[in-house]
C-alpha cells in the first residue's frame, strides 16, 4: 500500500507538503498542488482514515445497528438515515444482528471499537443489558423505533399507541366488534404500546378485549401467518385482525385464505409501518404508518445532533402516524356482526 512518503518523493515535495494539499490546512503553491495530485492519481494513494481520525479525534463514521435487514421496514429506515448522515459529511457502517441479542451485543462492541462518532440502534431485545452498555458507551446513543427503556440515549419513535388507536377506531367504524390482535414479541415496548392501542380502542367502544383474542408472535410474515392460522382456528367468531406491522399482515392474508376466508370479505386485516410493498399485496393491506425514510432521516438528524452538542437535554421524538386506506378492510356481513 503506498504512503504519503511515497507520494512525496514522486512529486518531487516534503511529506508536510502533500499533507497540506490533502487536508488544505495551508497554501500550497499552484505547481506543487498539480504534482502532488498528479502523484497521488498515479500510485493510487488514499489517505489512512485511521491516522486522521487519531490526529482530530473523529472519524466522521456512524454506526446503525439494526435487527433485521430483510424487513422493508429497516431497509427503508436505514436510507433515510443515510442519506441525513451523507448531506452532514458522515459515513454509515451498517450491521445486522438478526433478532440476535448476542449478535447485537458483539456488533455493538465492534462498532464500538471502530471509533465510530456515534451509534444508531433499532433492538434485537435484551434491553437490560443494553441500558448497561449505553451507560458506559464512549460514543453517542440514538434508539430509534424499538426503544430501551431506561437507556440514557435520544429517544426517534413513532406513537405506536396513537398508531394502533387509529387501526381499530377504524375497524370498529366499520362495524367489527370482535377484533383480534397478533401483536409482536412482548418484550419490547413498541409491542406494549400497539397493543394498549388496541386494548384501549376496543374500550372505549364499550367492548372488553378477551385475552384469547391476542396472540403474540415475532415481526415476520411467518410469524403472523402461524399465529393467525392458530387464533382463526381457535376463535373464529373474529371479523377482523390487527396485527403488529404489515408483514404479520401478510402472513394473516395467507392464513385466510389456507382457512377459506375472504379478505375482506370475511375478515378485514390491519397492518403496522405502512410499508409500500403493502400497496402491491393482494388485496393490498390497509395499515397506519409514518413516512419511514422521514424516520430515519430524524434518527440521523438527532444523532448527529447529539455528536455536535453531547451536553443538550436528552430527546424523545414522536412522529405521527396516519391510517392508510386499502383493499384489506371492509364492513363484516350482517351475519358476522350478530
Not at 500500500?1 to 500550497?28: C, E, Q, W, Y
Not at 385475552?211 to 381457535?234: H, M, N, Q
Not at 390491519?270 to 409500500?276: K, P, Q, R, S, T
Request: charged share 20%; aromatic share 6%.
Amino acid at each position: 500500500m503506498s504512503t504519503i512518503k511515497d507520494v512525496a518523493a514522486l512529486a518531487g515535495v516534503s511529506f508536510t507538503t502533500v499533507s497540506h494539499v490533502l487536508n488544505n490546512t495551508r497554501p500550497v503553491s499552484a505547481d506543487a498542488r498539480a504534482r502532488v495530485l498528479a502523484a497521488v492519481d498515479e500510485i493510487g494513494y488514499f489517505p489512512s482514515a485511521v491516522a486522521r481520525s487519531l490526529r482530530r479525534s473523529e472519524t466522521k463514521i456512524v454506526g446503525v445497528l439494526v435487527p433485521n435487514v430483510r424487513n422493508p421496514f429497516f431497509a427503508e429506515l436505514v436510507v433515510g438515515v443515510e442519506e441525513c448522515c451523507r448531506q452532514a459529511g458522515y459515513s454509515v457502517f451498517l450491521c445486522n444482528s438478526d433478532n440476535d441479542p448476542k449478535h447485537q451485543q458483539a456488533y455493538m462492541r465492534t462498532l464500538l471499537e471502530k471509533r465510530i462518532d456515534g451509534l444508531l440502534l433499532s433492538s434485537a431485545g435484551d434491553t437490560e443489558a443494553l441500558a448497561a452498555t449505553f451507560r458506559h458507551a464512549s460514543v453517542p446513543v440514538v434508539t430509534v423505533d424499538r426503544l430501551v427503556p431506561g437507556a440514557r440515549a435520544d429517544r426517534v419513535s413513532v406513537n405506536n399507541q396513537l398508531g394502533a388507536l387509529e387501526a381499530v377506531r377504524h375497524l370498529l367504524s366499520l362495524g367489527h366488534r370482535r377484533i383480534g390482535c397478533v401483536s409482536g414479541p412482548a418484550e419490547f415496548e413498541v409491542t406494549q404500546e400497539r397493543v394498549s392501542g388496541w386494548r384501549t380502542a376496543l374500550q372505549d367502544a364499550g367492548i372488553e378485549p378477551r385475552p384469547d383474542w391476542l396472540v403474540e408472535s415475532d415481526f415476520s410474515t411467518a410469524g403472523g401467518y402461524e399465529a393467525v392460522k392458530a387464533l382463526l382456528r381457535r376463535q373464529p367468531e373474529l371479523t377482523a385482525v390487527f396485527t403488529g406491522n404489515d408483514l404479520m399482515a401478510m402472513g394473516a392474508l395467507r392464513a385466510a385464505a389456507e382457512l377459506g376466508l375472504s379478505v375482506p370479505r370475511q375478515l378485514s386485516v390491519v397492518g403496522f409501518d405502512a410499508i409500500e410493498l403493502g400497496s402491491y399485496i393482494y388485496p393490498a393491506i390497509t395499515s397506519v404508518g409514518c413516512s419511514i425514510r422521514d424516520l430515519g432521516r430524524e434518527a440521523g438528524r438527532a444523532l448527529i445532533e447529539r455528536i455536535e452538542n453531547p451536553q443538550a437535554p436528552f430527546k424523545d421524538l414522536q412522529l405521527t402516524p396516519q391510517l392508510v386506506l386499502r383493499e384489506s378492510t371492509a364492513a363484516p356481513s350482517s351475519s358476522e356482526q350478530a
